[in-house]
């Protein structure tokens, strides 16, 4: 079986009734706002558009491996009807085993983490996801969907759309949140010791370097999450992002309410800047 034909089985959930009207967006590459201007100009000029709206815009979100939408999903079905909606995780279904026969890193290759459905984080290929997830895209931009929301923290490169709105999170989160820390001190709350680099590198261009704990949400007590906050405060923060794809709306509260400061979550600001896009 070829590589597109697996990619295309496994986007077979997609409704065959989605709308065909393809077109070129007028010749506008929609993704192009987010690499030049700022979120908040990108936003202003996709609306400017009209070409995402209540009543007809579709959504696709594409994850690396298995990632909860629970808390996510009433964020935004406040503004497209859930059935507008469809979800595609390229590692999620596949046995543990089936991820080292496809995925393995080589040595000396750059790796990423992904969870996947044994709940057990595994290193794989970046080069291989890369390769398959711009396969997906290119299979959900051809399906008609307006809008693609990719929700992973790991560092894909040479990602594109020609025609859908393409929302990646390395490159839209870090110029955010880095307008709204600004003259603050962030700590930021990191899962795995694997993930510090990446970590480092999401933020470079902060003003202040972010000072770093770790605290795993998939097998920490809440005690010990405030534990690793509270170190970042010592450490002279006084505002927290838990920019990690397993820490949800409860640990953003659990946080707030126990130290009394703002917390930043990855996820919840991404959900709102693609309820913009939808409006």
């Not at 959930?13 to 989605?18: A, C, H, M, S, Y």
């Not at 558009?49 to 935004?76: F, R």
């Not at 970042?232 to 309410?257: E, T, Y």
Request: glycine share 4%; aromatic share 4%; net charge negative.
């Amino acid at each position: 079986i070829s590589r597109m034909h697996q990619i295309r089985r496994l986007l077979f959930l997609v409704n065959p009734q989605r709308r065909k009207d393809t077109d070129n967006r007028n010749g506008v590459n929609l993704t192009t706002p987010f690499c030049q201007y700022g979120v908040d100009q990108a936003c202003r000029y996709f609306r400017s558009y009209n070409k995402v709206n209540m009543m007809s815009t579709t959504l696709a979100i594409l994850t690396i491996g298995v990632v909860s939408l629970g808390e996510i999903l009433p964020l935004l079905t406040e503004h497209i009807r859930e059935d507008q909606i469809t979800y595609v995780n390229l590692l999620g279904k596949l046995s543990r085993e089936d991820v080292e026969e496809e995925y393995t890193p080589t040595s000396g290759e750059e790796r990423i983490i992904a969870l996947l459905n044994d709940n057990q984080l595994i290193e794989v290929s970046k080069a291989k996801i890369e390769r398959d997830i711009q396969a997906v895209i290119e299979v959900l931009d051809n399906q008609g969907f307006d809008v693609i929301l990719l929700m992973s923290s790991a560092p894909l490169n040479g990602l594109t759309a020609r025609n859908a709105v393409l929302l990646e999170p390395q490159r839209v989160i870090p110029p955010l949140v880095s307008s709204i820390v600004h003259g603050h001190q962030m700590g930021v709350i990191v899962p795995v010791p694997e993930l510090l680099n990446t970590q480092r590198n999401n933020w470079l261009k902060l003003p202040t370097p972010p000072c770093y704990a770790l605290a795993n949400p998939l097998d920490v007590s809440d005690d010990e999450l405030i534990s690793a906050a509270r170190q970042l405060l010592d450490d002279g923060a006084d505002v927290l992002m838990l920019d990690s794809q397993g820490f949800h709306l409860h640990h953003l509260q659990l946080l707030q309410k126990a130290l009394g400061v703002p917390v930043l979550l990855s996820n919840a600001l991404l959900a709102r800047l693609t309820v913009e896009l939808l409006m």
